[in-house]
C-alpha cells in the first residue's frame, strides 16, 4: 500500500506533495518474486516475509505489518462541534473527542448547478480530466456549502492507519441527495493536505442493493466511507473534517429530485442540517496507532 496515484509507483509525487525517493518500490519484482514462489516453487523466502507491506505519509516511511486493520488500533471517535457555523474555513466548527451536548446545528445549501468541486483524492484515470492526489483544500473550503471542523494543533504525533469511517445525523429537504466526507491534516502554515474521502447516496444508505427515498424533514443516521489511510499527524498539525453534499467529478451529482437517474427531470436545491448534540454525536471513527 504505497502513495501512489493510478499506475504510477515509480513517482515520487502525488499531487503537489512528493514523498520523497523511498516512496518508489519495484513492483514488478514484488509480483515475480511472488509468483516464482507460489506457481514456480522457487525458494526464495517470499512466503516469510510480512503479508503487509505499508507506507506511512507524514513520516514518509515504509513499515512490515502481520494484519489488516492492524491489531493495535484503537478506534477513536472525533466529534463535530460547532455554534451553528461551521460553513467554510471562516466557520466555527470545531473537532475533539468530547462527546456534544446541546449545540446547535449546522445548515448549507447543496445546489447541484454550483456543486463542490473535486480538489484531488483517488481518482482515475486521467489527471487531465480531474486532479489526482494530494492538494491543498482551502480553496474548496472557503465555500460555504463546505462544513469545516478542524482540531486544536496536536500536542504529539497521531498516527492514523486503517479504515476511516464518518458518522454523521442528518436532515433534508430532498427525497434524495448526498453526503460527503474528507479527512484532511491542516499543516502549522495552514497548507491542508487531503488523505482519503468518501460519499453516501441517501437512497442507498441501508443497502446498496435496495433503494429507499427519504421522508423530508426527518433525522437520518449516515455512515460515510472514506476508504483507508496511513498518515502521521505530525505535532503542532491540526485533524480536520470536511462535509459537504458534492465532490464533483470525482463522484457524480445527485440531483435531489429522487427521480431515477438517467430521466432528463432537471435538478433542484436541497436544504442540508447536519446534526451534533448529546442525541445525535456526528463524528469520524480514526484508527489511531499507538506509538511504539
Given at each position: 500500500m504505497g502513495p501512489w496515484?493510478?499506475?504510477?509507483?515509480?513517482?515520487?509525487?502525488?499531487?503537489?506533495?512528493d514523498f520523497g525517493a523511498a516512496s518508489v518500490l519495484d513492483l514488478e519484482q514484488l509480483e515475480l518474486k511472488w509468483f516464482d514462489r507460489w506457481l514456480k516453487g522457487t525458494d526464495n523466502c517470499a512466503d516469510n516475509e510480512a503479508p503487509l507491506k505499508?507506507?506511512?505519509?507524514?513520516?514518509?516511511?515504509?513499515?512490515?505489518?502481520?494484519?489488516?486493520?492492524?491489531?493495535?488500533?484503537?478506534?477513536?471517535?472525533?466529534?463535530?462541534?460547532?455554534?451553528?457555523?461551521?460553513?467554510?474555513?471562516?466557520?466555527?466548527?470545531?473537532?475533539s473527542v468530547v462527546r456534544p451536548r446541546d449545540e446547535q446545528p449546522d445548515k448549507y445549501t447543496y445546489n447541484p448547478e454550483n456543486a463542490t468541486p473535486t480538489r484531488g483524492g483517488c481518482n482515475c484515470c486521467n489527471p487531465e480530466i480531474v486532479d489526482w492526489g494530494a492538494f491543498d483544500q482551502r480553496p474548496v473550503e472557503y465555500r460555504n456549502d463546505?462544513?469545516?471542523?478542524?482540531?486544536?494543533?496536536?500536542?504529539?504525533?497521531?498516527?492514523?492507519?486503517?479504515?476511516?469511517v464518518a458518522t454523521i445525523f442528518a436532515i433534508t429537504d430532498a427525497k434524495d441527495t448526498d453526503f460527503t466526507a474528507k479527512l484532511v491534516d491542516v499543516h502549522p502554515n495552514g497548507y491542508a493536505v487531503n488523505l482519503c474521502d468518501g460519499i453516501i447516496r441517501a437512497r442507498y444508505r441501508e443497502s446498496t442493493k435496495t433503494q429507499q427515498l427519504l421522508t423530508p424533514g426527518e433525522v437520518y443516521e449516515y455512515?460515510?466511507?472514506?476508504?483507508?489511510?496511513?498518515?502521521?499527524?505530525?505535532?503542532?498539525?491540526?485533524?480536520?473534517?470536511?462535509?459537504?453534499?458534492?465532490?464533483?467529478p470525482r463522484f457524480d451529482r445527485n440531483p435531489n429530485t429522487g427521480n431515477k437517474f438517467g430521466e432528463d427531470a432537471g435538478t433542484q436545491v436541497a436544504n442540508q442540517v447536519i446534526l451534533h448534540d448529546k442525541a445525535h454525536p456526528s463524528h469520524v471513527l480514526l484508527p489511531i496507532i499507538p506509538a511504539l
Open positions: 496515484v493510478h499506475r504510477a509507483s515509480s513517482i515520487t509525487n502525488a499531487g503537489e506533495v505499508l507506507f506511512v505519509m507524514g513520516v514518509n516511511q515504509w513499515r512490515y505489518e502481520s494484519e489488516w486493520p492492524l491489531a493495535r488500533t484503537e478506534l477513536t471517535q472525533y466529534y463535530l462541534h460547532s455554534y451553528g457555523s461551521a460553513n467554510s474555513l471562516l466557520g466555527d466548527g470545531s473537532l463546505v462544513l469545516v471542523y478542524t482540531s486544536e494543533e496536536l500536542e504529539r504525533n497521531v498516527e492514523v492507519t486503517g479504515p476511516v455512515k460515510i466511507d472514506l476508504w483507508p489511510t496511513s498518515n502521521v499527524f505530525k505535532k503542532g498539525h491540526r485533524i480536520r473534517l470536511d462535509i459537504a453534499s458534492s465532490n464533483f
